[in-house]
């Protein structure tokens, strides 16, 4: 796979807990086919985080590579946003 064709997704972290990756979820709307109402939709995935920078809450920019693992078929790009924590 070219590097340019690679699926990139925008998610939120909700676990960290493992060493090396985190689970990231991604929120997608679509329409209902017969009522046109929008539906948001959720998936979680598994994502390589190499150096264990991203923590829960940060807003990610994840990419498609090679399976890692069992699960792992993504990667962690950048952090875009940081949670301000009180």
Excluded: C, W
Aim: no cysteine; proline share 3%; charged share 40%.
């Amino acid at each position: 796979m070219e590097r340019n064709k690679r699926r990139t997704l925008i998610g939120r972290v909700t676990s960290d807990k493992m060493q090396k990756t985190i689970v990231v979820t991604v929120e997608t709307y679509k329409r209902h086919p017969l009522y046109g109402k929008r539906i948001k939709h959720s998936k979680k995935y598994k994502v390589h985080d190499e150096k264990n920078e991203a923590r829960v809450g940060d807003l990610v920019l994840i990419m498609e590579t090679r399976p890692l693992s069992r699960h792992k078929r993504f990667r962690l790009v950048k952090i875009l946003e940081r949670p301000e924590h009180v």
